[in-house]
């Protein structure tokens, strides 16, 4: 009976082959230009039966031999030159066509006894225990089969494949141990991991197994879900093996001279040895053990060749040791084929190198060296238009920039441009023929940074070809790919096509990604010295008319009539020249903390006129303030990346002018800030102590659901918190605003005032895991201090600060502190790179419809409202709406 | 009999409701989905279980929204 199935699979496949040919024959007709895309109809996963890997191998393997004397491949081996070739020079004996032209043709060996397939085992362990083992019938009462072929018909109809998976496993799960059919007693069968069946703690052999399986009626295993017509159980335990081809298993040749064979080439040699000497050991009569432990070893061959990790076997190896990777192995896992070379793509016109900062070019401009420039290129099809012009990168050659390095000709013939080929080459060029040329400013480009996890970690920006040898992108652009340059590397790509170009342009380059849908403000802002530079300007410079105009000028604004005609000008008029004329704006400047606004510090901007306030941080920073998202609002994203470009320039040119410089002379404190602060941490540790003395005494106050020793730490640690904090309201109070640290600090350039407290005053608590440092040895942290020691200094508290220096205890404290930050970091980075990766995944098809629900790709609801409340972040401003303004707009 | 927790009176629960045929049919069509496309909860969870709902029932959540204030949610009761 099985045969007739196997000849039915076989109509079918035959079938499908020539539905191929045909269409083959139908493509020939066609353009080879014009894409032939086909919808697929349906996909049938199935098994091979013995027969088509008989009917579909080219050679049947005999000897483990590879090569004869002369190197050449031996016939019936397992490189037979029948099954492919890998060797420049033969030719393949089933199709004729060479090295790279013949993909392979599979073999076969006949296995001298059956083998489990253990990528099917689970199936077999099933499929035997809800067979009979007398009369191989599901045990199944017949009257009830045909009412559960139908409700499984009907569950899958209405569920889904997966219902009806469940429905039968259930089925499966509650069998009789009674034949209905035959009335014969079932036994246990168990499965020894990983390929042997017992019964009843009795061997059973493949044979018995696969005889079992081939009485299995069609009808049986259609409950099972299984279509016989593709798929016999017993199929799956093999008789014959199909070799897979050569060209998926190649040889390499080592230096030496020597072949060095794939791992799969090994693993197939031995399966085809032990076969041999199996097959010898059989014919010879040799005594059933020998026979047994041979099969047991062929099964075990087989098996690795399917998968080497298999938990309960022995790992095949190399004999330098190393593991053997077969087939599953080179599926499976991150450097699997579908992970490591379906999914994770490498390609050809990129440049890889470390990046450096130059606020001279524009924000959507990229640096590129000049030696990158030369190397990738940009094809340019030649037409009568512009022969002349390409000619001329052509005649320059690969070696002078802007040369080419290759032309290619309508046939699709690639050739090399050199000092030799040249003149042939401006001889062959006309129309239809594409230039690669070299790259040359203005080009579009990808720019990216890993990790990619924004739509703004990847770019589009204009080539700008500079000297040196990095990458060199605007420092404003660093926030978006979380970039700096202590020694990044960035990666850039180089769209080939028309459509690719035109797509990165208007979907990718760097003013359509100003606005993050994120939070809906800015990603891209002033920094560091452009914030700076702007607090000064606005807060307390003015100088000559003729220092503005060079100023202006230098950043690149060309109309300064914004700028009042007077001797002498303001900043604030300085920088209300970059703003666009109509513009009005208001907004908390940093300096108006905790809603105590004035004059001063509110910005105020009245038709394009800064009236009061600083800029810096809160208006200017990526990620803070509405005055960017305003003008983008108002402006466009074109004019806004100009304006801020402007300002960024305006920023750094103030401060080349002006002068900026730190020195530690700028966290000095007059003496009775010093004495102040000396004052504060005194008083504090006089606060300890006292605490201290309470707590020995017994009359400590607790805290509510703390120990006595708990509420001591509490509170010192209360007490310590409370005396930096005052040490650093300190500094502030009595720091020069005029040194450029403190410019700094207040304009949120960098540093804060923390930090500021820290180098002036004091470094404060060192805290280990929420608590004082309390490691060390037996009852103290060191060893210079008194066991049972509960004073500040002896658990981590540093009194001194950065300038004055810190005393050796208080040095070690820091440094625990650190190294338990670092190695956090370092555990952490890698943990929330999985999760975020596990994220992306489970939410990669989300969509927001029409109708605002958030759905799947099958269309269930996720969300009934997109964020329940329906808005567009990154149309909003800063995930508001401004419903009062909205309305103002409307009533003019 | 021990007294049970009720968890429908703690404060991060959120209200739930069950929906009548109407309503439902309205929300079906309102969103143009059947039963199947609608997130589920399970018969026996603890915050439906005094709404004596069945299988193929849908249920009304009222939750606080940090977005939007208050806002309603539907699930369709399933046996998992």
């Known amino acids: ?892 | 009999m021990k007294k049970k927790f009720d968890v429908t009176k703690h404060q991060l629960v959120p209200k739930h409701l069950k929906v009548s045929e109407k309503e439902k049919a309205e929300l079906l069509k309102r969103y143009n989905i059947t039963v199947k496309e609608l997130p589920k909860i399970l018969v026996d969870d603890s915050a439906i279980e005094h709404l004596e709902v069945k299988v193929d029932d849908v249920v009304k959540i009222i939750r606080q929204s940090p977005t939007a204030g208050e806002v309603l949610f539907y699930r369709c009761v399933t046996n998992g």
Request: glycine content about 6%.
């Open chain 1, 1 to 892: 009976m099985a045969t007739t199935k196997e000849e039915k699979a076989e109509k079918l496949i035959e079938r499908s082959e020539k539905v191929l040919k045909e269409e083959k024959k139908t493509e020939r007709i066609e353009d080879p230009e014009i894409y032939v895309t086909r919808q697929v109809k349906s996909i049938v996963f199935g098994m091979f039966s013995p027969k088509m890997i008989k009917k579909m191998a080219s050679a049947k393997i005999v000897t483990p031999e590879l090569y004869d004397k002369e190197g050449y491949p031996v016939d019936g081996g397992l490189m037979d030159t029948r099954l492919g070739v890998i060797d420049p020079g033969l030719r393949c004996r089933t199709c004729g066509s060479k090295l790279k032209e013949c993909i392979g043709h599979f073999g076969y060996i006949e296995l001298a006894r059956p083998i489990i397939h253990v990528k099917f085992v689970n199936i077999v362990l099933t499929l035997l225990r809800s067979i009979c083992r007398d009369c191989s019938r599901i045990l199944i009462p017949k009257n009830k089969l045909a009412d559960l072929k139908r409700d499984l018909d009907e569950v899958e109809r209405k569920e889904g494949v997966e219902a009806r998976r469940k429905v039968v496993k259930e089925v499966i799960s509650n069998l009789k141990n009674i034949c209905p059919h035959c009335k014969a007693k079932q036994q246990k069968i168990t499965l020894e991991k990983p390929t042997t069946f017992l019964e009843n703690d009795k061997r059973l052999s493949p044979i018995e197994i696969r005889a079992r399986l081939e009485k299995i009626p069609d009808e049986d295993c259609e409950i099972f879900g299984i279509r016989s017509e593709v798929a016999r159980p017993e199929w799956m335990v093999l008789t014959i093996l199909a070799i897979p081809p050569v060209t998926m298993r190649p040889s390499i040749t080592l230096e030496s001279g020597e072949r060095s064979e794939d791992d799969l080439t090994h693993k197939l040699g031995d399966i085809v040895r032990i076969n041999q000497r199996l097959f010898e050991n059989i014919s010879a009569g040799a005594p059933e053990i020998i026979i047994e432990d041979l099969w047991d070893l062929l099964q075990y061959h087989v098996t690795t060749f399917f998968d080497n990790s298999i938990a309960q076997l022995p790992v095949a190896r190399h004999r330098s040791g190393q593991p053997l990777k077969t087939l599953t192995e080179r599926i499976k896992s991150k450097e699997g084929r579908i992970r490591h070379n379906l999914a994770g793509k490498r390609t050809n016109f990129c440049a890889r190198t470390v990046i450096s900062p130059d606020p001279k070019i524009k924000l959507n401009e990229v640096g590129v060296p000049l030696i990158v420039a030369m190397n990738l290129t940009v094809p340019e099809r030649v037409n009568e238009w512009n022969m002349q012009h390409l000619k001329q990168f052509v005649e320059r050659g690969p070696t002078k920039y802007p040369g080419a390095n290759y032309i290619i000709r309508p046939d699709g013939k690639k050739k090399k441009i050199t000092e030799e080929t040249k003149e042939a080459a401006l001889e062959e060029l006309q129309p239809g023929f594409i230039v690669e040329r070299h790259l040359m400013d203005g080009d579009v480009a990808v720019f990216n940074r890993q990790p990619s996890l924004h739509r703004m970690s990847m770019m589009c920006h204009y080539v700008k070809v500079l000297p040196g040898k990095t990458l060199r992108l605007n420092p404003a652009v660093c926030h978006p790919y979380n970039a700096d340059f202590d020694g990044d590397e960035m990666n850039l790509h180089i769209p080939q096509t028309e459509e690719a170009r035109a797509e990165a342009e208007i979907l990718m380059v760097v003013q359509t990604q100003l606005i993050s849908p994120r939070y809906g403000l800015s990603v891209i802002g002033c920094i560091q010295d452009a914030i700076s530079g702007n607090f000064l300007l606005t807060r307390d410079l003015s100088m000559p008319r003729e220092e503005a105009l060079d100023i202006l000028f230098s950043v690149g604004v060309e109309d300064a009539s914004k700028l009042p005609r007077k001797q002498h000008v303001d900043g604030k008029e300085v920088f209300s020249v970059v703003l666009p004329d109509d513009f009005n704006f208001s907004g908390h400047s940093r300096l108006c903390k905790g809603g105590q606004c004035n004059e001063k510090t509110h910005v105020v901007i009245k038709d394009g006129k800064l009236i009061s306030g600083v800029m810096d941080k809160a208006n200017l920073g990526e990620e803070s303030g509405l005055m960017l998202r305003n003008i983008h609002k108002q402006y466009g994203a074109d004019a806004t990346l100009e304006i801020l470009e402007k300002i960024f320039q305006l920023g750094t040119a103030v401060l080349f002018k002006h002068g900026f410089t730190v020195g530690i002379a700028d966290t000095d404190l007059p003496t009775n800030a010093q004495e102040k602060i000396a004052e504060v941490l005194n008083k504090a540790e006089q606060d300890v102590q006292d605490l201290i003395m309470q707590f020995r005494a017994g009359t400590l106050e607790l805290l509510p659901g703390r120990t006595v020793e708990e509420s001591l730490e509490l509170r010192i640690l209360e007490v310590l918190n409370k005396a930096r904090n005052r040490a650093g309201n300190l500094v502030e109070e009595y720091s020069d605003k005029k040194t450029h640290t403190i410019v700094m600090a207040l304009s949120g350039a960098r540093g804060n005032y923390l930090n500021l407290a820290q180098m002036a005053a004091t470094v404060g608590q060192q805290a280990l895991r929420g608590r004082r440092i309390e490691k060390g040895y037996q009852g103290r942290t060191l060893s210079c201090f008194k066991k049972g020691d509960l004073s500040p200094d002896a658990h981590g508290f540093i009194r001194s600060g950065f300038k004055k220096g810190l005393s050796p205890q208080e040095f070690f404290f820091g440094s625990i502190t650190g190294r338990d930050s670092l190695m956090d970091t370092a555990f952490r980075t890698p943990k929330s790179g999985y999760l975020y990766r596990r994220l992306a995944n489970a939410m990669q098809d989300l969509k927001v419809e029409y109708d605002l629900t958030v759905r799947d790709a099958t269309k269930k609801i996720i969300q009934f409202r997109y964020g329940e409340d329906g808005i567009d972040v990154s149309r909003s401003q800063g995930g508001k709406l401004n419903v009062g303004e909205i309305i103002n707009n409307m009533k003019e």
